[in-house]
């Protein structure tokens, strides 16, 4: 991803962010080292095409919001995320899945919504 930032939009990837990609990757591989969890390979084989995917989105986002004034590509960008969020609610597995879900998600729902002050405002100040 480092290499497409640069090639489709001439970003510069600095000391910081070789160190931060480079302690990701020793985090998530330590972790699964010392977890017994029969099949943590797989997931962090998953947990890797996720992050990569997540990183051609912030790459998007950012050539956004370079081009156009912050709170309109923001409202397009959040509305876009709601739209393909609410639209995987139309696959009856998902939302049976989500139902029994629920309680565990109600307990997590303070940090969900601490992560996405904080989004807002990295997004806000950056």
Known sequence: ??????????????????LGIVLLIVASVGLCSIDKF?????????????????????LIEKHIFDRTDFFGAFLAIATGIIISGLSSLLITEVRS???????????????FIAIELINLVALYTG
Not at 6 to 18: H, K, M, R, S
């Open 38 to 58: 029969s099949n943590r390979w797989d997931t962090l084989y998953l947990m890797s095409i996720v992050a990569g995917l997540q990183t051609i989105v912030v």
């Open 1 to 18: 991803m480092i290499v497409t930032s640069y090639w489709l939009f001439g970003y510069l990837i600095t000391g910081n962010n070789y």
């Open 97 to 111: 899945t989500l139902r029994e879900d629920l309680p565990k998600i109600k307990q997590a729902l303070p940090v």
